[in-house]
């Protein structure tokens, strides 16, 4: 069975192109995009700000602010109910955006890790019966 053929009709002739042809064209035109993630950049920004929020929540309670709003870029803070702000590492405010770079989200995560655990330590002093359950 012969290869699968496109022609492409032009004045001086037909061009042939080979199935196989096609695929490498593909290939070199996106592997590239895809090996620097930049299809899954909105992916990642998501994702931090899942965590932010998640973050923000949490700092909110443990601070007696009320429930967490948003996060504002411009001054880097965690927006309370309170209404109260508290301050985010610098590193995850760039020029009035979130950056998401792998650094700052694992830095995120730490952070949510270290809120957690105050959430923890809190339940353990005030409510010993809370964790026995």
């Given at each position: 069975?012969?290869?699968?053929?496109?022609?492409y009709?032009?004045?001086?002739?037909?061009?042939?192109?080979?199935?196989?042809?096609?695929?490498?064209?593909?290939?070199v035109?996106?592997?590239?995009?895809?090996?620097?993630?930049?299809?899954?950049?909105?992916?990642?920004?998501?994702d931090?700000?899942?965590?932010?929020?998640?973050?923000?929540?949490?700092?909110?309670?443990?601070?007696?602010?009320?429930?967490?709003?948003n996060?504002?870029?411009?001054?880097?803070?965690?927006?309370?109910?309170?209404?109260?702000?508290?301050?985010?590492?610098?590193?995850i405010?760039?020029?009035?955006?979130?950056?998401?770079?792998?650094?700052?989200?694992?830095?995120?995560?730490?952070?949510?890790?270290?809120?957690?655990?105050?959430?923890?330590?809190?339940?353990?002093?005030?409510?010993?019966?809370?964790?026995?359950?």
């Amino acid at each position: 069975m012969p290869p699968l053929q496109v022609s492409y009709a032009r004045k001086r002739g037909t061009l042939r192109i080979s199935k196989m042809q096609l695929v490498v064209f593909a290939v070199v035109l996106i592997l590239p995009a895809l090996q620097s993630e930049g299809f899954l950049s909105g992916t990642e920004l998501r994702d931090c700000m899942e965590i932010l929020a998640d973050c923000g929540e949490i700092k909110c309670l443990l601070e007696g602010s009320g429930n967490f709003r948003n996060v504002d870029p411009y001054s880097c803070t965690i927006m309370c109910e309170g209404p109260t702000w508290h301050s985010l590492p610098r590193e995850i405010c760039s020029g009035g955006e979130i950056t998401c770079s792998p650094s700052v989200r694992e830095g995120l995560l730490n952070l949510r890790h270290k809120l957690t655990r105050g959430i923890s330590k809190v339940l353990s002093e005030r409510c010993p019966s809370f964790l026995q359950n």
